[in-house]
């Protein structure tokens, strides 16, 4: 078992998971005014989160592209995407909290980002501690999601979010 | 003239004498640091590792330890970036080829170039991981100059001491599906590496493992079987003498199920 933390988002990995929490640096600019009085733009860097009980490439996008790919049958991966946290104001983030318990009958192979044969995917978005948040699964097999549910679960349920601090 | 000659002669002795008792303080350090078990780096040899099983004083395998030691662990750590990472390796059917490596080690050196390699062929059907000391521990800057971005690659001292790995470089070939180490040791370059790992596959320790673990789980799953059975055979009997679940002869210190819970404890039972 793991137990991950990284920028006021934690979980615990049963064994033989994988798992990143990385930050990508694409947000919008602060501005900020270095000692000198010289002004520095740095892009406000965000979270993601993937997780997976398959061995994650070195070379994977934020939704998974070239992890995906490499899925079995019985293999789940999941991904915490952060938004702006402006956006949890904001219609499409109104849902208040993680979803932390997923059904079977949730995923759809109409909700994978990239249509692999078989998979089945799951998207929500949601807002907690004031932050906003996508959360993407994709299960390797739709036919064995009564299977790999109860396991994802699991997982989820280990999930924190924490107010984000200064970063 | 003569006086100068046995000034100067005394001062031979006495230099005779300084040198003979440094060459022995010398050798005797060296005598002792060769009792503790350390190596010495030198012409790109590895630096000597002591195996994982016997004492710590031995010097590392030429070949990797064979036989399964069931003590394979999940690492995490950090990348160079300071982000979390975990990298699973129980219960995954892929086996994983752990890399120890540092970054002031010099025969890593070479294993750092290989690992550039987008085309590398790893021994073993088995994922590369490469594990360093974590930051507080290692020359983070160095390591990004060396290190290749398509490599995976942890930050993890305490992946080091699950492993007991002593020095730089160290392999552990892994086994996710039995938890074995399957094979381990120290190798001066990569063609080594792949014929330590590929040694140990063919030798059948990852088969061996896995059938190992296998009879494991047949016996647990005997053992569950006959205790169900012998369950169900306990209660047809006591059903068959008219004995129902809840019949307070089941309960006879008691008196019932309903009166077990109030029973108190015996205030002279320690």
Not at chain 1, 64 to 69: I, K, P, T, Y
Not at chain 1, 138 to 155: D, E, I, K, Q, S
Not at chain 2, 171 to 194: I, K, L, Q
Request: net charge negative; proline share 7%; charged share 20%.
């Amino acid at each position: 078992m793991s137990s991950l933390r990284a920028h006021d988002v934690g979980v615990v990995l049963p064994a033989g998971w994988d798992g990143r929490i990385s930050v990508r640096r694409d947000g919008a600019t602060d501005t900020l005014v270095s000692a000198t009085g010289t002004k520095v733009f740095a892009a406000r860097s965000h979270p993601v989160v993937h997780l997976a009980n398959f061995g994650l490439p070195q070379d994977r996008g934020d939704f998974g592209s070239g992890a995906v790919e490499l899925m079995g049958d019985a293999d789940i991966f999941v991904v915490l995407f952060e938004h702006e946290p402006a956006s949890a104001q904001t219609a499409l983030f109104r849902a208040d909290g993680m979803p932390r318990v997923l059904e079977p009958r949730e995923f759809d192979p109409s909700n994978l980002r990239r249509g692999i044969a078989g998979q089945s995917g799951y998207q929500a978005f949601f807002h907690e501690q004031a932050r906003a948040f996508c959360l993407y699964v994709v299960l390797g097999a739709h036919a064995r999601r009564a299977r790999l549910v109860p396991t994802l679960n699991r997982v989820l349920a280990t999930v924190t979010i924490s107010p984000q601090t200064a970063r | 003239m003569t006086a100068l000659v046995v000034v100067l002669a005394v001062v031979v002795a006495l230099l005779v004498v300084l040198v003979a008792g440094l060459l022995r303080s010398h050798a005797e350090i060296l005598r002792a640091l060769h009792d503790a078990g350390l190596g010495h780096e030198q012409d790109g040899e590895a630096t000597e590792i002591p195996a994982r099983t016997g004492s710590r004083t031995g010097v590392a395998p030429s070949s990797p330890t064979k036989g399964p030691s069931p003590d394979a662990t999940d690492v995490s750590g950090v990348d160079l970036d300071g982000d979390a990472v975990a990298i699973g390796i129980l219960g995954n059917p892929v086996p994983t080829l752990l890399a120890f490596l540092s970054s002031g080690c010099l025969t890593c050196r070479e294993f750092w170039e290989e690992f550039g390699n987008p085309g590398l062929a790893v021994p073993g059907d088995a994922r590369l991981v490469v594990v360093t000391m974590s930051p507080e521990d290692e020359n983070v800057s160095a390591l990004r100059r060396l290190a290749s971005p398509s490599t995976t690659m942890v930050m993890s001292t305490p992946a080091w001491a699950a492993y007991e790995v002593a020095g730089s470089p160290y392999f552990v070939y892994a086994d996710g599906m039995s938890g074995a180490v399957v094979g381990e040791g120290t190798a001066t370059n990569w063609a080594r590496v792949s014929e330590m790992v590929t040694e140990s596959v063919d030798d059948g320790a990852l088969d061996g493992a896995r059938r190992s673990v296998a009879a494991r789980t047949a016996r647990a799953a005997r053992r569950h079987s006959a205790d169900r059975e012998r369950e169900a055979r306990a209660d047809d009997a006591l059903l068959n003498a008219g004995i129902a679940p809840g019949d307070p002869r089941l309960y006879p210190a008691t008196g019932g199920p309903d009166a077990a819970g109030s029973v108190q404890p015996d205030p002279d039972t320690p």
